[in-house]
């Protein structure tokens, strides 16, 4: 069965130091992963996704993510951190037994100080 | 293009009663899943809805039900309320038109209070 694990539950960072939140993933074939951004109050915004094309995926606002299949990893990172980058961060993987499920990670909250 | 829209915003109710969550889905997007979000945890998937029927379902009690209507808006009932379900309420819509894995949109959610 697939799953992720988000190795922090929070992140607190600078204003314009790099962002890190790591996530690591479980699967028995090539995963299709994604990021996605929940603001307080506001609904989940796709942040970027890889689907097995280039490992290093770009993504909106700053945001990539490289995967990395010997390290089974899937980390998100933005050089330089904003104060509108403060959220809850979810790392979710699809199980594609044919109904696309998306199965999240318990989420990573990123606080970001001036 | 209009997206994912959800009703309503917040809502009250007490154990033991029935409540009925609504999603219209972003034009164009056939497909329609639902996710339940309890405070402090990710997402867990209900079930799905592709042209009107049931594609698939999360490990969720059949008192959590669904519709999916010709215009691919979509209903989410649950009868029976504990408190446990107190929780955001998500529904995601898409078009699995592209090939997986297809972006899912999300509404903002419904709150639902169970007390």
Partial sequence: AQSVTQLDSHVSVSEGTPVL????YSSSYSPSLFWYVQ????????LLKYTSAATLVKGINGF?????????SFHLTKPSAHM???????????????YNKLIFGAGTRLAVHP | ETGVTQSPT?????R?????????????HNTVSWYQQALGQGPQFIFQ????????????PPRFSGLQFPNYSSELNVNALELDDSALY?????????????????????????T
Wanted: proline share 4%; net charge negative; glycine share 12%.
């Fill in chain 2, 90 to 114: 998500l529904c995601a819509s898409s078009f699995p038109g592209t090939g997986a894995p297809y972006e899912q949109y999300f509404g903002p959610g419904t709150r639902l209070t169970v």
């Fill in chain 2, 16 to 28: 033991g009663q029935q409540v009925t969550l609504r999603c219209s889905s972003q034009s164009g």
């Fill in chain 1, 64 to 72: 990539e993510a490289e995967f990395k299949k010997s390290e089974t």
């Fill in chain 1, 39 to 46: 603001h307080p109050n506001k609904g989940l915004q796709l």
């Fill in chain 2, 49 to 60: 809805y592709y042209r009107e029927e049931e594609n698939g379902r999360g490990n969720f």
């Fill in chain 1, 84 to 98: 509108s980058d403060a959220a809850e961060y979810f790392c979710v993987v699809s199980d594609s037994g044919g």
């Fill in chain 1, 21 to 24: 939140l790591r996530c690591n």
């Fill in chain 2, 10 to 14: 917040h809502l009250i109710k007490t």
